[in-house]
Every structure is written in C-alpha cells, then in structure tokens.
C-alpha cells in the first residue's frame, strides 16, 4: 500500500536543467528498488534510471552523465536532477516503486523540452 506523486515536470529551454520528486507515501517501508520511467506519445515506455534500497544505480544510455537518480531513505523521497535537457528527452515521466512484490506508480509528470 504505497502512493507516489511526482512533481517538478514543466518547461525548459534545450540545455537547461529540471528535478523531478517522487513522494512515497502510506506503507512505503522496506521498498527495494524506485524507477524512474518516461514515455512520449506513441512510444514505448522506457527506463531512466533506477535506484535501489542500497544506493545502487541503473540508468539508460541516452541520460548518462546527464541524469542523476536519488533516494532519501529517512523521507520516503527518490529525485531525477536532470542536466543538458535535450528535446528528445520531453516526455511524461513516471515513478515506480517495488514493496512486498507490488508494483505501485505515480500519475506522471510532464517534461517539455523546447529546441
């Protein structure tokens, strides 16, 4: 029983910068691994970065070096601090979270990146 809400999408200028939030709320103790998805109209949904309980880290090739995934165990919080925006990064970006073998999302929250 977790809820997530994300928060920080908006719009930037290609080169600029945006974090997003994700706010785990309810039962959101012992959550192993928190991902970050995006998908853009008529795309597949894919992964950008992942985090787990540990500190461990995952992310896609098309971010690296400019998207930085964290958690904040003690605040239930995880963050996506993302650098250079390029257009192809403007997508709806989602917050995933694993508890107790349950999958759980956030709504999405909308990245525009504007050439």
């Known amino acids: 029983q977790v809820q997530l809400v994300e928060s920080g999408g908006g719009l930037v200028q290609a080169g600029g910068s945006l974090r997003l939030s994700c706010a785990a709320s309810g039962s959101s103790f012992s959550i192993n691994i928190m991902t970050w998805y995006r998908q853009a109209p008529g795309k597949q949904r894919e992964l950008v970065a992942k985090i787990s309980s540990g500190g461990s880290t995952n992310y896609a090739d098309s971010v690296k070096g400019r998207f930085t995934i964290s958690r904040d165990n003690a605040k239930n919080m995880m963050y996506l601090q993302m650098n250079s925006l390029k257009p192809e990064d403007t997508a709806v970006y989602y917050c995933?979270?694993?508890?107790?073998?349950?999958?759980?999302w956030g709504q999405g929250t909308q990245v525009t990146v504007s050439s």
């Open positions: 995933n979270a694993v508890h107790w073998s349950s999958d759980y």
